[in-house]
């Protein structure tokens, strides 16, 4: 009796219960819902990071570590606030979420954390114990020198150097490479007012900062030994040394500062200013550009007896513009070298023969005006030069021959071609300042001959002569940079116009058409980043601040030495490629490690058992599964609760379908009691797109099938018995819309796949999307893989994002007006409808292009309609 008793009770309970506090359940309905909103919109953002991460990683575009960092903790917050939302929405249901999401951030926060090499932990060493193999904490600038003089007996300054150890130590007092993190995170520095404004915070926190005690202890220590070593208390220069610099991979030509003629009083201020140039602006771009991780660098600094020179300059083992040209190629100018380097002057021009007996070829002897001295007290200053002098060739042959035979020594030694730096004193005695591979980004092709202009039809140039620092040719509108505020302006594609050509200007190179100076030479820190870029560049033009007028287009041909007006297609059909310095670079191999923790979907299938908290191994299962399983705990709120006024309704559209609709917020015009909605009660704007689309165009049936295509469908719904109707699977009845005004999501069956459409289309643009995702069909995996290759190139067309993954695909459009996002929203609906087992002819390019045009012209005309003013 007992148990007949407890049968009906649980038959008819439900009717003799007492009704449900239905204020109580409204409020808690409230708190579901905006539980339910702050997932959707934290999903919304995780897919955004995501698909911005996945873009960067496909190449194309410059990105930094910032980027990578800031990307993955925005990202960690917003998959954060899904697994909290979702506890918030079920409580305890899920509990294996948190625990894999730690597990997985831990992972990526391990990947992402600063790679400092260990090394040594000495904070300065004499260039007597270094030489290549030290690389790694005297910076190969100094470890050169510190080769060349222990093991090739060539004469370089005396002088020690101040590690990268010494570095992270400075960077380790009072939290400043923390400091220093946050702010780079915080900065866009592909912005170049951001750019500028962080590089004088950066540089100006380290300069500010004490020197650690026991370095600047050390520091003097070091001084008074290369004093005896130099028999007297002399001045010095402070170069940088970077970890990276001066590699075959990246010069950093001119990027970093050096301090000439440094008082033995002032070494620690001259340490920090040249170690704080690690964050000058051309620095940090150069490495932006070149895929280069900040962690995995520091700033070594050399002190070297300062050399007063008479006479100096760069020796290129080979030509820096023809790969053919094996001759010693010399630049030289009166005093010290940096008037060279910097470009400052073009400097007299000596060839010298690679084969002995050397001899000089051939010398251009320029008029130089001034030269760049050593002042009595400190620094440099600039002198004026006798008639006599400035037109006097600043090497004699035999000086020439001499700088020759040691950069050759050099070239043998390294096994490739040098850059070298070298000066020669009041005694006639060379000294080595610093040696590099001349890389072969510089090797460029052999210069093309000057065009017969009255025969090849170009236009007469607005400028002719100078110097090519870089070939090719480049067009684009002429904007002069003459101070830091004009770099701000500075738009891509442009001219870059200089009156000389400082390395400061660097940050400007990569996006520039050509680069054109009214002074400088080959041998100079900008050519050689310009080469590097594979950016036209032509030096040396002394009339070009009267010809070319800002904003005026002109063709730069750097190869035959002209400047023409307007834009001459001829000559920039055959401009080179630009490197792609992004291409398996550090930071673009660190984000791909960091997205195979981020980006791969394993829980593809609702349906599966193994679609499960247990299961997730990424931050986008974790996103897939938290919205998933969100849309199923609101939609079971009110059959759980018994609240009909938020169960789902069934949609009635002229008969009841085999539609439901739960209403979150205001998706009805007004309240509907009963278990039926009609179309009319709908209020929702994107459901009544949606739905506009699946109707206004009636769909003509399945395609015919072959038998081929049939035996396929055959085949895959005997292996597959959720497919066949007699089998119930939610995946056959899941047909369910969850509406608001603006708001729509809609889970759907449609023949043999599976679809999901969501879509927010409000009054700001920004917040406004459109997700739809697709998967499955009847036919083999070939033809719906086809399928929804199909479909992508379709809606890739209209705007759409698209992601393929072997029969799923996922498409998006994001921030557009609201209009725009309805339309978007029709076009989905009409695909929904109107794709309906195309898998099956697939194999049939005849009948899929056929279905193509019907598509494409359907959508055309439902979009016009669109667009037509309503009477």
Known sequence: M????????????????????EAGLGEEFKARYLSFRKLLAANNKALELMAEMEAAAGGGSVFGMSFVRSRATALGVSVYTMVDQMERLAPGKYSALMPRLKQIQANLDELLTSADKPGNEELILPLGAIDQSRADEAGAKMANLGEIKNHLGLTVPPGFVLTAAAWRLLLASQGLGEEIS????????????????????????????????????????????LAGEA??????????SALGEDSAEASFAGQYATQLNVHPDFLSQSYKEVAASFYSPQAMHYRLVRGLRDDQLAMAVGCLAMVPAVSGGVAYTASPLD??????????????????????????????????PHRVLSQSVENKTSELVCHQDEGTCRLELTDERANQPCLSDRQAVEVARAALKLEAHYGGPQDVEWAFDGSERLTLLQCRPLSPAEAVSATPAKPDRASSGLPAPLASGGITASPGAGAGAVHWVTKDVDALTFRPGAVLAVERPSPRWAVLVAKAAAVVSAQGGAAGHLATVCREYGVPALFGLSNIAETLAPGTEVTVDASAQAVYPGRVERLQAAKQKRPDFMANSPVQR??????ELISPLSLLDPDSTAFNAANVKTLHDITRFCHEKSVAEMFAFGKERRFPRRAAKQLYFQVPMQWWVLDLDDGFSHEVTGKYVKLDDIASLPMLAVWEGMTAIPWEGPPAVSGRGLASVMFEATANPALTTGVKSRYANRNYFMIAEHFMNLQSRFGFHFCAVEALAGPRPRENYLSFSFKGGAADSSRRIGRVHFIGEILEERGFSVELTQDNLRARLERDEQAATLNAVKVVGYMLMHTRQLDMIMADPGRAAYYRDKINTDLDSLQDAASQPHS
């Open 231 to 240: 028999n007297g208390r002399v001045r010095v220069s402070m170069r940088s």
């Open 182 to 225: 946050r702010r780079q995170q915080a900065a866009d520095i592909e912005n170049a007012a951001e750019l500028f404004t962080l590089s004088s915070q950066l540089r100006q926190l380290i300069v500010d900062a004490p020197l650690p005690s026991w370095l600047e202890e050390a520091l003097d220590a070091a001084y008074v030994t």
């Open 323 to 356: 790969r053919a040209d094996r001759d010693v190629h010399l630049t030289a100018a009166w005093g010290l070298p940096r008037v060279v380097v910097d470009g400052e002057a073009a400097g007299d021009h000596f060839v010298v023969s690679r084969r002995e």
């Open 2 to 21: 007992d148990n007949f008793k407890d049968k009906i009770k649980r038959l008819f309970g439900r009717r003799s219960e007492p009704p449900a506090d």
């Open 590 to 595: 660190l984000l791909g490690q960091a997205l």
